[in-house]
């Protein structure tokens, strides 16, 4: 067995144990689930998982790394040919679609509890943050200077509050049964726009 | 013994459990924490918390109740003979720096965490953000009154906007260490008024 097909099953075999857990996680809570059901869950021994990940906070990590690597994609340079405020608008509408996504603000809601009180956790998060922060510190840039602001906010202020505003969507997601992200679409726009340019 | 006293013992006794079923929930989350460990925290025995709270989800309700009623004091109806500028700043103020006390931030991400996956949790929760948006609306309804607003947005739209806003500004507290509540005031402000006449 050469190296390739070895290196993309473990890969494989890594993102299989992510996806178990992210479901354990989300349905039992990181200290509620044990590794024994997210072995169950991806179909494979203890083990296996203790060969990719030392513990549960590894996994934590590797969950929060992959979520960032999604977020960073969807931060790729914006095109110079179009308007900026439609890529603006297109991308906005994405990151409600997906900041709300059931699967996906459950998750992250448990990794940022456990964050709060758990030091290495603190540590992923912070990290994966500080490479989200820069990327979207650059976008944020590009688009005033397109729009020719005229204004001295620090651009780490305005990166915290767009950042805030997304983050409070996945909450409300959870806290009101009846959230309606199509009826909010227009405001949460709005709300973008003038962040931006404040 | 006359009932008043006692009631007012009970209603102390009472919120000496909430305290230290925060304390716990923080620190060792919902499923990590036990009853055992609140007792003790609470220097009472196990018997008489189950003499307050069923179980763990009903102390979670109680903690929820609290915090609601804690919103709903702040808002209060607004003051007629002032600029509605100057109360929509002062209370925005406020609100941000509530939402981002460390021990406010930590506990919330733990009970929404909680309210993902479970449906008492969910419906604690749910009862008391239909009072807070109930309350919201009213303000807002009358902010964009005295503010001549013209603009059929619906009023849900814009109240779950404003509330996305400083949810996310626990989480990104709680997610970026560096994170300074002074720095974002403006931004965090001019949001908010964007929000607002939207």
Redesign the interface.
Known sequence: MDDEPRTARARQRREQILDAASICF???????ASVAQISKQACMSPGHIYHFFDNKEAIVGGIVERMAARWLELLEPYPQDREVLDTVTERATHALAERTR?DF??LW??V??????NATV?RA??NA?ERI?AAVTEQVSFIRDMLGVQSD??L???V??V??????????S????A??RG??R???L??T???LI?
């Open positions: 989300a349905r039992y809570g990181f200290h509620g059931p603000a459950g809601l448990e940022l509890a456990e964050t709060a009180r603190q998060v912070g943050d922060r906010t620090p780490s202020a305005i915290e509050v950042l805030a505003l997304y983050e409070g969507l996945s909450n409300r959870v806290i009101n049964p959230f309606d009826q909010i227009e405001v949460v709005s709300a726009h003038a962040i404040a």
